[in-house]
């Protein structure tokens, strides 16, 4: 069953203008939970709390400020927010094309499948095409929930997916850590850690990784339920702990492990790891569920 559109408008470049919905790319799967008192198991309401008069205030009581220095605020009107507000455009304008390849996986953010509106099919498949063969990314604005977003349009199979960026100014800066410089590297320890990756490659398929936490979760849910005790998985179990003392020891463990465990095949270049088997990278949107 189709999920119901969050945004209608238009994809708009140059002198053409294509009709078309978003839909969500993401669905929630985790259990959802409610706090409740432990006495009774009645749920827990929240209350806005006035911390100088330490009583409940009303919604028409509350007004949005701005901390500009420590316990002080500015106070933001609400014809204060529409003076900063943009216009409410309903159109992705398309600033510019760029090769895709180059856009930092950090800027990607949010997916959301792009659905041709009426009447634009025909101009949906053009620019899909295009897209895909000229190996160019979308990059434009568009006015979501009130706000601004930078967005990058991409093919994916025969649909065209609209993931919302952050802004250069929302990422930290790589300056501000440290990190260990190349000339740490021992060419031995590089070479058998190289070998495990090799021994481990495989085709990137997704259905494979599944969330051992929420399944757990459920059974614990079923069990409680019926008054029995739950069968639980740990993935993970007897990997996770020890600390690593001789790095090569442990990399020949593993390697001897992985050839005895499995059957090794031929890895993947670093371009086709990169990019997936059967699309680009622009056929590959992130975070799609």
């Known amino acids: 069953m189709a999920s119901r559109a969050i945004w209608t408008g238009s994809i708009a470049f140059g002198l053409v203008n294509i009709p078309i919905e978003l839909h969500r790319a993401i669905r929630e799967t985790r259990p959802r939970f409610r706090l409740l008192h432990a006495k009774d198991k009645s749920p827990v309401r929240f209350e806005r709390v006035c911390e ?49 390849d180059d856009i930092d996986d950090r800027f990607f953010e949010t997916p959301y499948y792009v659905v041709p509106g009426k009447g634009g099919e025909r101009a949906y498949v053009v620019l899909r095409e295009a897209l895909r063969e000229s190996g160019k990314t979308g990059v434009g604005k568009i006015m979501l929930r009130e ?110 492990g992985s050839r005895s465990g499995r059957k090794v095949g031929a890895p993947p270049s670093a371009r086709a790891a990169r990019r997936g088997s059967a699309t680009t990278r622009k056929g590959r949107p992130r975070k799609i569920a």
Do not use: C
């Open 147 to 256: 706000t601004q977003h930078l967005a990058a349009l991409e093919p994916m199979g025969e649909a065209l997916v609209l993931t919302m960026m952050r802004f250069p100014n929302e990422l930290a800066d790589l300056s501000d850590f440290r990190f260990p410089a190349t000339a740490a590297q021992r060419p031995k320890e590089v070479q058998m850690a190289k070998a495990l990756i090799d021994q481990l490659s495989a085709k990137w398929s997704p259905d494979k990784y599944t969330d051992e936490y929420d399944a757990n979760l459920l059974r614990v849910i079923r069990a409680k339920l019926k008054g029995t005790s739950p069968r639980l998985t740990d993935e993970l179990a007897g990997a996770r702990h020890g600390k690593v003392v001789d790095l090569m020891e442990r990399l020949q463990q593993s390697l001897a």
């Open 52 to 100: 100088r008069e330490e009583r409940a205030v009303a919604w028409g009581e509350v007004v949005k400020g701005y901390e500009y220095a420590k316990g002080k605020f500015v106070v933001l009107t609400p014809e204060d927010m529409k003076r900063a507000a943009l216009e409410k455009t309903r159109t992705l304008d398309i600033l510019d094309f760029v090769p895709g």
